[in-house]
């Protein structure tokens, strides 16, 4: 179907909405009688908490209660959980440490919170929030995963001995050191990643209700998973039995991962609903989102790859230690490990890897997954090493990565992954050709003229999506199925509408969604709606993340939409008094082929309600469900390149051009995909130059608290973005479609150091490559 | 406690306010005009804009009382009904959005630009002139070629009318 | 934000007579910086009095070579006046560059200079251009009126009422702005102008100083040379006394101020 159907740049049913300010958010929400709540946290990074008194705080004006996590845990609501069973070489479980909603005894993150008051106003809850006095005995802190795992450090939980969550390995390690033992050449690197806030612009926000007159709960929150929610806040927090809590998250501002964890202040504010006989609404400012959102990425990594004399690579070793944070987040534990390690061989025939996790506590916000979790940090260990393995080889970068390519599919990994399908030539051709990779040499030579440094760097990722299926992530620890579910409605009246379990927070579901019914029914996209992000309206869901979306939730929509289409053309068949075989869907019609016998969809599904006249034996109605398991990952891949001009004067580094050539298999939507592809590379580019999440390392301070340290890429610190696809069909979904929300992130960061230290001849810059680090690296170079 | 009274996308308001109460949560709550959005305590994000006055600024750094008197355009007051402006338009017809949080501030700033530019627009001015808002979405190229598209059909339209006019 | 009471001046005697009625009263201006402090509570005042909407703090007035600009100019006013940008355009230049445009809508050249941040812009402006500030009560020279961090020489209850300078031969501003907030992490303001009959060339900077905006003797030196971007090249400014952050250390900042200077002086000779 041209215009609207998969393939069309169809223009976003969800925008007017959006444009004219009709945009529904949580914190846009008004309850009759609702108040306001405001959380006491933390001043310091690891203390005792020896003392709450809530008498001054009760007296302020407006103020309708002051609770405190005694009176939470005597209401015995539980603590929270991280989901993913990681075990440790040893066999022993992962240590996870108690993390009450509301601090107890101990507080080990500055921003922890101890209380929560709510009041008539925001201003009220925020002032009787000052007047709660806390008292606490400060501990030393450790901000460093290193030093958290060094002798003699302050230690976070009594679960876990000298702050080690668990010891993690993966690959064949004697095979390893065999090959870098007898290899021609080993390139070694010490590689930090950053550790990043997701910083979606709507901050997190929770609206608890409790109805007493029917003992049930409802919770509005910015959501990426609302199911999931529901799931955990019932079967581990004991909020509410899962029939008697809802949970909506209605338009929601952007995710990147940071909203799919459960986090303490939903649980509160619905506990508080239910003491308080209020509804309670809580919005976080965004230096509560900076200290208490999951930050992302924060590894730290030996490297080694080794090379035979024909530059092939014979092995890979990589140590990592993973910063946790004070608490284990809800997946936390599977980012570094089997959303990171088995991405390790990278596009590349690797005979053996080996890769040693350790994972541990320090007293800094909780780590969990952004925006390409463990594979931006695989991609960068891989795509570093890679360049530098090139520079020390003395061989182009380009064809170091050629002739190590994975060409035959499909294509067994050491670590666990089968790669179904790619051409991963195809991008890297595709991006040197729209790069003018051959001509860099000359721009180089025009840049010095004008006394700029000019860099070129590339990085050819692969990342996995549509995490599955889920008996295989139930065996390695997952403590969720990654399924997802549709229902799709044919009304009577011959509208429609599709129930996801996908969640939209900017990536456009209620368009796509709608182009693959619109295609598959033969219908104008205006008659399809797409429900979300209510548990009491759609079915269980699984949410969205890990690009998973269009592979998993579209794929369900799919199947469900091949159950819709057989029932509806036994009916028409009935009606027609024709052969089932016969009748094919044009133009919103069902018609017998060859003849010009026809019915319009409202008729078949009219008759499907009416019931009337159906087929012997068959239910009336016109609305299927289906449960899609995925039969493997998907496996997007690509080239990224990108080009820099230094200022060696300031140290600013300007990105003169990014090109990127991904493959996401079949696409919807190539505005939306484009759309995707722009915004993970302006968070990779953010990575790469500009965003740092800094703590103090002697206090646990966290130094970048607000926009005024913390730099997020604006519009001048960007250029436009060239991007193309090619599409190889993934062959493990029915629509042969990989996902590509979270390549840009993925891919760019390497890309951008690379082409750094290019420019500046400097291999040992660390993100986010400043213009202070920059100027600092050039001036100590030519001290030399 | 004070008075403040306004007019809001054409409408006379008044409401009785705290003093210490932002003209962005006097139009959020007292308005329920929730389109204007916040997204961060230090004036940056630029989510929050609004035209005060026929100038574009942040609703978030003006206490309502401050503003009385003032005449107030928002999100919800830039569509002729039905009809999208043109920068509207532009941002759904070039992908220029996707969570839609930040677009409000982003739209009313490019509002604002294009009026200050009746001479057009190019891209290194565009990026400039959007200093004051931060997208998490986007990576900012949609946006940017959405004010583009927006500066040109309006500079086609107010061509058209003084034509009309003359 | 902390509860406050808030009073709208009709005139600066009116503004005056207001302040004395709070126990820590501030005055308001454009907001810019004042309000984002009382949002994140780092400033509480009990009375806010509201300079915005006095009309004779407003407006640019210049006559021949001099200036006067009321205190309660915009940004955005400074930035578009085509009479000064005829006389000084590295001032209009510099005003079209703070902030973002919805800063330089209500922000005000008094309120920026009276609140002193070390990273404003026109305190740079206004040191090299030896210029006076206007209160209600006296003339305070440029020079003697920024005596260190968000510190200035008015006394309580004191308005800043305009900016007064004669536009120099020369002048041109440049800044390297912080990555994050976009404030000036090193901003150089240079001006040839004329002292008691002889070329008076003046080198400010802002952002980088621990005690806030401060003239480069070296600098200074160098460009009274030749007023020449080439001059500027190779000369040591030294990096004490500067501050330090995640952001820039002093080293950095010293080296950011000559590189600024060499840009600036390229501009004021363009």
Same mark, same amino acid.
């Given at each position: ?18 444009v ?35 008498k001054?705080a ?45 601090a ?47 002798k ?8 876990a ?24 050449h080993v ?27 029917e003992?049930h709960?409802?919770?509005w ?8 929610a ?12 899962e ?90 534990s ?76 499909p ?5 666990i ?13 595709a ?17 010095a ?25 139930g065996?390695?620890g ?62 269980m ?46 133009n919103?019609?069902?018609?017998v ?7 319009p ?9 009416t ?41 600013v580094?300007?990105?003169?051009q ?10 919807i939507?190539?505005?939306?995909v ?29 130094v ?33 479609i ?5 390549a ?5 960061p ?35 | ?17 705290e ?27 630029g ?14 750094t ?13 999100? +919800? !007051? *830039?569509?002729?009904? =039905?009809?999208? %402006? ?9 992908? $220029? ?7 409000p ?13 009746? +001479? !057009? *627009?190019d891209?290194? =001015?565009?990026? %400039? ?9 986007? $990576?900012?190229?949609n ?24 | ?12 005697a ?8 709070g ?140 900016v ?23 901003g ?10 002889k070329?008076?060339?003046r ?27 080439a ?40």
């Amino acid at each position: 179907m041209g215009v609207e159907g998969i393939g069309a740049r169809v223009a976003r049913k969800e925008d007017r909405r959006f444009v004219t300010g009709a945009g529904r958010y949580v914190d846009d929400m008004v309850v009759p009688g609702m108040k306001h709540a405001a959380f006491v946290r933390s001043p310091y990074a690891h203390a005792d908490v020896k003392k709450i008194d809530v008498k001054a705080a009760e007296a302020m004006p407006g103020v309708i209660a002051v609770l405190t996590g005694k009176q939470l845990k005597g209401d015995g609501i539980g603590n929270l959980i991280c989901g993913w069973m990681i075990h440790s070489k040893d066999g022993t479980p992962m240590k996870m440490g108690a993390w009450s909603p509301l601090a107890v005894d101990r507080v080990r993150y500055v921003g922890d919170a101890v209380a929560i008051v709510v009041a008539e106003t925001k201003g009220q809850a925020r002032d009787a929030a000052e007047a709660v006095e806390v008292t606490y005995r400060e501990k030393k802190a450790v901000v460093d995963p290193a030093r958290a795992l060094a002798k003699g450090a302050p230690q976070l939980h009594p679960e876990a001995e000298g702050n080690l969550i668990y010891d993690w390995e993966i690959g064949d390690g004697k095979a390893v050191d065999a090959a870098i033992a007898s290899a021609a050449h080993v390139t070694r690197l010490h590689i930090v990643n950053n550790r990043l806030v997701p910083n979606a612009i709507e901050p997190r926000a929770a609206l608890g209700h409790y109805d007493k007159a029917e003992d049930h709960f409802t919770c509005w929150t910015t959501s990426q998973n609302p199911h999931v929610a529901r799931l955990v806040m019932s079967a581990f927090y004991n909020v509410a039995p899962e029939n008697k809590l809802r949970v909506i998250a209605p338009d929601v501002g952007g995710g990147f991962g940071s909203k799919i964890f459960i986090y303490p202040e939903e649980i509160v504010c619905l506990w508080a609903s239910k003491r308080t006989g209020v509804p309670v609404k809580w919005v976080a400012d965004r230096t509560e989102s900076f200290m208490t959102d999951a930050h992302g990425r924060d590894h730290v990594t030996e490297v080694e790859m080794a090379f035979d004399k024909d530059n092939r690579i014979t092995a890979l070793k990589v140590d990592t230690i993973a910063n946790f944070g004070a608490y284990m987040s809800l997946f936390s534990s599977s980012v570094p490990t089997y959303l990171y390690a088995t991405l390790l061989s990278g596009q590349y025939n690797i005979p053996a890897i080996h890769a040693n996790v350790r994972a541990v506590y320090t007293n800094t916000s909780p780590v969990d997954a952004y925006r390409g979790a463990g594979r931006p940090e695989a991609t960068y260990v891989l795509e570093r090493t890679m360049e530098t393995a090139a520079r020390e080889l003395g061989v182009s970068p380009a064809e170091l990565r050629r002739k190590n390519f994975v060409t035959q599919f499909p294509h067994q990994t050491p670590v666990i992954m089968a790669y179904d399908a790619g051409d991963y030539a195809a991008s890297l051709d595709a991006a040197m050709k729209a790069a003018d990779y051959a001509g860099f040499s000359e721009r180089k030579k025009a840049a010095a003229k004008k006394g700029k440094l000019r860099g070129i760097g590339m990085s050819c990722y692969i990342e996995a999506c549509g995490i599955a299926p889920s008996a295989a992530v139930g065996s390695l620890g997952a403590g969720v199925g990654l399924w997802e579910s549709a229902e799709v409605r044919v009304n009577a009246v011959g509208t429609i509408e599709v129930l996801t379990g996908s969640h939209s927070h900017g990536q456009g579901h209620e368009t796509t969604f709608a182009q693959l019914v619109a295609q598959r029914l033969s219908v104008p996209l205006d008659t399809v709606s797409i429900v979300h992000g209510d548990t009491d309206k759609v079915q269980m869901g699984m949410g969205t993340y890990g690009s998973r979306s269009g592979a998993v939730g579209m794929s369900a929509v799919f199947k469900a939409l091949d159950k819709v289409e057989a029932k509806a053309k036994k009916i028409a068949a009935h009606l027609m008094e024709a052969d089932e075989a016969d009748i094919v869907i044009e133009n919103g019609e069902l018609k017998v082929a060859g003849t010009d016998k026809k019915l319009p969809w409202f008729q078949v599904a009219l008759a499907s309600y009416t019931a009337h006249n159906l087929p012997a034996g068959m239910e009336p109605g016109l609305k299927e469900t289906a449960f899609y398991d995925p039969s493997n990952f998907t496996f997007p891949a690509g080239c990224y390149i990108c080009e820099v001009e230094i200022d060696p004067d300031t140290g600013v580094t300007e990105i003169v051009q990014f090109v990127a050539a991904d493959d996401f298999g079949n696409i919807i939507n190539p505005m939306i995909v484009e759309g995707q592809v722009h915004g993970g590379i302006a968070q990779g580019i953010g990575q790469a130059l500009l965003e740092g999440c800094r703590y103090d390392p002697a206090s646990g301070q966290l130094v970048t608290a607000s926009y005024m340290d913390y730099t997020m890429p604006r519009a001048d610190d960007l250029p436009s973005f060239k991007v193309s696809t090619s599409n190889t069909p993934c062959p493990s979904n029915p629509l042969g479609i990989k996902g590509c929300g979270e390549a840009g992130a993925i891919g760019s960061p390497p890309a951008v150091i690379n082409a750094v230290t290019d420019a500046i001849g400097d291999n040992d810059l660390t993100m986010p490559a400043t213009p202070l680090k920059v100027w600092t690296a050039l001036k100590a170079a030519t001290r030399h | 406690m004070s008075d403040v009274s306004l007019v809001v996308n054409g409408r006379k308001v008044s409401g009785t306010v705290e003093d210490r109460t932002l003209l962005v949560h006097f139009l959020r709550e007292n308005l329920g005009l929730t389109g204007t959005h916040v997204g961060c305590d230090t004036s940056q994000c630029g989510a929050c804009v609004v035209h005060v006055d026929g100038k574009a600024v942040k609703s978030c750094t003006m206490l309502a009382v401050q503003a009385s008197g003032s005449t107030v355009t928002t999100i +919800e !007051g *830039l569509a002729n009904g =039905t009809d999208l %402006h043109p920068v509207q338009a532009a941002f759904k017809e070039n992908h $220029g959005l996707q969570c839609g949080f930040c677009t409000p501030g982003m739209i009313m700033t490019s509002v604002d630009m294009i009026a200050r530019h009746p +001479e !057009g *627009l190019d891209e290194a =001015t565009v990026r %400039h002139e959007l200093e004051g808002n931060i997208c998490r979405c986007t $990576g900012y190229h949609n946006i940017v070629k959405a004010v583009l598209a927006a500066s040109k059909t309006m500079a086609k339209g107010s061509k058209g009318r003084a034509k009309a006019a003359a | 934000m902390y509860s406050l009471n808030y009073h709208r001046a009709s005139s600066v005697a009116d503004a005056v007579k207001l302040a004395k009625k709070g126990d820590d009263v501030k005055y308001l201006a454009g907001g810019m910086t004042l309000i984002p402090a009382m949002k994140t509570r780092l400033s509480a005042p009990s009375d806010l009095i509201d300079l915005g909407h006095i009309g004779e703090l407003k407006g640019i007035k210049v006559s021949g070579k001099n200036v006067t600009i009321g205190a309660g100019t915009t940004h955005a006013e400074v930035a578009a006046n085509e009479k000064l940008k005829a006389v000084c355009p590295a001032v209009s230049d510099l005003a079209a560059h703070i902030g973002d445009p919805a800063v330089r809508h209500k922000g005000t050249i008094g309120g920026s200079i009276a609140n002193n941040d070390p990273a404003a812009d026109y305190p740079a402006a206004l040191l090299a251009l030896d210029a006076t500030v206007v209160t209600n009560k006296r003339e305070i020279a440029a020079a003697k009126f920024f005596t260190g961090l968000f510190e200035t020489a008015l006394k309580d209850g004191e308005i800043v009422t305009a900016v007064r300078f004669t536009a120099p031969a020369k002048a041109g501003y440049e800044k390297f702005r912080n990555p994050a907030s976009r404030y000036a992490m090193t901003g150089v303001f240079v001006a040839k102008g004329k002292a008691n009959g002889k070329d008076d060339v003046r080198v400010a900077v802002t952002g980088a100083g621990e005690n806030g905006v401060f003239r480069s003797k070296e600098i200074e030196a160098a460009l009274s040379k030749k007023f020449d971007a080439a001059a500027v090249e190779g000369v040591k400014v030294p990096s004490k006394n500067l501050m330090s952050d995640i952001h820039a250390s002093a080293d950095y900042r010293a080296a950011l101020v000559v590189v600024m200077a060499k840009r600036a002086t390229a501009k004021a000779n363009s």
